[in-house]
């Protein structure tokens, strides 16, 4: 926690669930999935991340 | 601005979120959920957001729940993108509501919580079959942001 706005966040490993299964969460990902790989990303997004690799997972 | 909000909890992943929402229908959980996702071999998160049904434990993918909080309610989702993109600062995040008018309300909750979004995140809205950098006032069919 680096600052005063993430010192409001209280982080409770055993309160919070891991909602990464639900289905309507599966569905809205896959959902945007379809979307973007319609439509793509904007250039200057994609420039930005390019070289970047510190993606959680 | 620094509109009020609620107070949320996150879990040790920081992918989920939950607040409650307090008003005339009493308390009603909410959740946040950002879901990795890869789309032409580009990693993002999808931003989800809905109720959680206090009977099942699952999501209620529709419902409207009318408890009085919206500018609450959007100023809550607001900060919660900020504080994920400050611990995952590398990232883009995707969001699209379920419905027109649920899409209607992130672009007012990004609307009026701009002065605080703009100078940390770069807002993109889809509209017109390509991305344009957020204007208030603008319709957009989906919204992606990242860190600036």
Known sequence: MKNLENKKVKNQ???????????????KANKSKAFLEKHGFPNELLNKMSGKSHLPR | MNLDRYSFETNKSFLDFEFESNGPKGKIKKVV????????????FNLGFGDVN??????????KSNNGDREKI???????????????????????GSTASRTR??????SNNFDEINPILKVYGFSGSRWHPFEKGMNYEAFLVSRK
Not at chain 1, 13 to 27: A, I, M, Q, S
Not at chain 2, 33 to 44: D, K, L, V
Not at chain 2, 54 to 63: C, H
Not at chain 2, 74 to 84: D, E, K, N, P
């Open chain 2, 74 to 96: 959007l100023a809550t989702i607001a900060h919660i993108v900020l504080v994920f993109t400050e611990h995952f600062p590398d990232v883009m995040v995707y969001a699209q």
């Open chain 2, 33 to 44: 959920r950002f879901s990795p996702q890869n789309a032409n071999g580009i990693t993002y």
């Open chain 1, 13 to 27: 490993p055993n309160h919070v669930r891991d909602y990464g299964n639900d289905p309507y969460f599966v569905k």
């Open chain 2, 105 to 110: 309300l992130y672009q007012i909750g990004i």
């Open chain 2, 54 to 63: 206090p009977e099942t434990g699952s999501i209620d993918d529709l419902s």
